[in-house]
């Protein structure tokens, strides 16, 4: 106590001066090869977690053998930032509330730079504590045994890494927010092969659909940003793919095409994986194409695949004639 009270007198002389403070946060299931810091950015450090004694630490380590080396598998993030004068600090109570609002959106843009650059399919790594509990949470060090990810990067790896983390950092996460988490739960889900499925479709369906032909507007448009991106899938088994959505709704999975008659779990793991690496490929293709980034699914579509309306004469009802 009587340190804290000698920190907190020199926090008091800083009054009226600007502060660097920096939040932390534990990163389970990442190591770093070769390196024991990467900074993805001047303000955001990545480090390795080399002692096991370390009390900040619960829930963020696991141990694994390497090369034939015993080694600790947990990182902690650190987020420096330059706040305004203690003084405003304490009348605002809001020292906490700024580091832990950019800790979660760091740490999510993080997940994705690494989904995205890895094309990883499976969870990459998880995110634990926060210093708000850190390090007087507990006395001695917890082992995680049950980390959803598991991931070593090496330098060249983290390079990759950190141009999908400026690029997400820097563009209007607006227009694809849903796109972003469908994908994440699709893939952190993955233990539930039928919901994970259906979040792959809706991310497809966040980043290209319309109400006026649905599903041409879905596949057609989806074709066309996987060839961008040089994956190759026939157009009938796109269709065949994104008719399983219907047939899972409504509850007739095993008369779609793909699943083959009555072996659904048989078929599961290989449509899961599909539809995912679907999605990734789209949102890759899709953040590289300025023109169609900041607008809505439906307005991608227009512009994309330019398509006539056509009015029924009998019904009315409008759909969409593609060239």
């Known amino acids: 106590m009587k340190e804290v009270e000698n920190q907190f007198d020199d926090l008091i002389k800083t009054k009226g001066e600007k502060i660097q403070a920096s939040f932390f946060c534990g990163i389970s299931g990442l190591r770093l090869s070769g390196i024991d810091e990467y900074k993805l950015k001047d303000n955001i450090i990545l480090r390795n977690i080399n002692e096991i004694n370390n009390p900040g630490i619960h829930d963020t380590i696991s141990t694994t053998t390497i090369n034939d080396e015993h080694k600790v598998i947990g990182c902690t993030l650190e987020y420096k930032?330059?706040?305004?004068?203690?003084?405003?600090?304490?009348?605002?109570?809001?020292?906490?509330?700024?580091?832990?609002?950019?800790?979660?959106?760091?740490?999510?843009?993080?997940?994705?730079?690494?989904?995205?650059?890895?094309?990883?399919?499976?969870?990459?790594?998880?995110?634990?504590?926060?210093?708000?509990?850190?390090?007087?949470?507990?006395?001695?060090?917890q082992f995680n045994s049950e980390v959803k990810g598991f991931t070593i990067l090496e330098k060249n790896q983290l390079d990759e890494?950190?141009?999908?983390?400026?690029?997400?950092?820097?563009?209007?996460l607006e227009y694809v927010n849903l796109t972003m988490e469908r994908i994440?739960?699709?893939?952190?889900?993955?233990?539930?092969?039928?919901?994970?499925?259906?979040?792959?479709?809706?991310s497809w369906e966040s980043m290209?659909?319309?109400?006026?032909?649905?599903?041409?507007?879905?596949?057609?448009?989806?074709?066309?940003?996987?060839?961008?991106?040089?994956?190759?899938?026939?157009?009938?088994?796109?269709?065949?793919?994104?008719?399983?959505?219907?047939?899972?709704?409504?509850?007739?999975?095993?008369q779609n095409k793909?699943?083959?008659?009555?072996?659904?779990?048989?078929n599961l793991g290989a449509i899961q994986r599909e539809?995912?690496?679907?999605?990734?490929n789209v949102f890759k293709a899709l953040l590289s194409d300025t023109t169609l980034l900041n607008k809505t699914p439906n307005e991608r579509v227009v512009n994309l695949l330019k398509p006539e309306i056509i009015e029924c004469e009998k019904c009315g009802n409008k759909k969409y004639k593609f060239n």
């Open 81 to 141: 930032i330059e706040l305004e004068s203690l003084g405003k600090i304490l009348e605002k109570n809001n020292l906490f509330e700024t580091g832990n609002h950019f800790i979660d959106l760091f740490t999510n843009l993080f997940k994705h730079s690494i989904i995205l650059s890895q094309n990883s399919i499976y969870p990459p790594i998880n995110v634990t504590f926060i210093d708000m509990s850190y390090p007087l949470h507990n006395k001695f060090p």
């Open 161 to 172: 890494v950190s141009v999908w983390f400026c690029l997400l950092n820097n563009i209007n």
């Open 184 to 202: 994440k739960s699709a893939i952190y889900n993955n233990h539930n092969p039928i919901a994970s499925i259906l979040d792959a479709f809706i």
């Open 208 to 254: 290209f659909s319309s109400k006026i032909s649905t599903t041409n507007s879905v596949v057609k448009s989806i074709a066309i940003m996987l060839e961008r991106n040089g994956y190759k899938i026939s157009k009938n088994k796109l269709q065949n793919l994104y008719d399983l959505r219907s047939d899972i709704v409504h509850g007739n999975p095993t």
């Open 258 to 266: 793909i699943v083959k008659g009555n072996n659904l779990n048989n």
């Open 275 to 280: 539809t995912i690496e679907i999605a990734l």
